[in-house]
């Protein structure tokens, strides 16, 4: 599996200066899971085969952006962000916390036609 996040970077991006044992192993948890979702989703992409992480920046940072939102869904109780939208309904997470990031994924996973 490709190391597209760590939980630590994880932790950078949201802040967390001095994260405690259960901050650092839920990033880890956060960061697991979507290193599997994209290798998921990059699967069989013959251009990142084997997976570099180094070598698509593009795809590190949205890997860190899809994670920051997975750690955060905990705060999120019953799928609630805690905000309204104009009509002051509330606002829920999406049900795929890769979604926020699948047109950036799409762009290397679609195997074009030569």
């Known amino acids: 599996m490709a190391e597209w996040v760590t939980g630590a970077a994880i932790l950078a991006a949201l802040g967390v200066a001095t994260p405690d044992a259960t901050d650092s192993a839920w990033a880890d948890a956060c960061a697991a899971a979507v290193n599997a979702g994209i290798d998921a989703r990059m699967a069989g992409v013959p251009v990142i085969d084997p997976p570099d992480p180094g070598a698509y920046p593009e795809l590190t940072w949205a890997a860190t952006i899809a994670g920051a939102e997975a750690y955060k869904r905990r705060e999120a109780v019953y799928g609630l962000t805690g905000y309204v939208d104009l009509e002051g ?25 030569a």
Not at 90 to 108: M, N
């Open 89 to 113: 309904a509330a606002i829920r997470v999406a049900r795929d916390y890769l979604e926020g990031i699948a047109p950036i994924i799409a762009r290397y996973a679609t195997v074009g036609i």
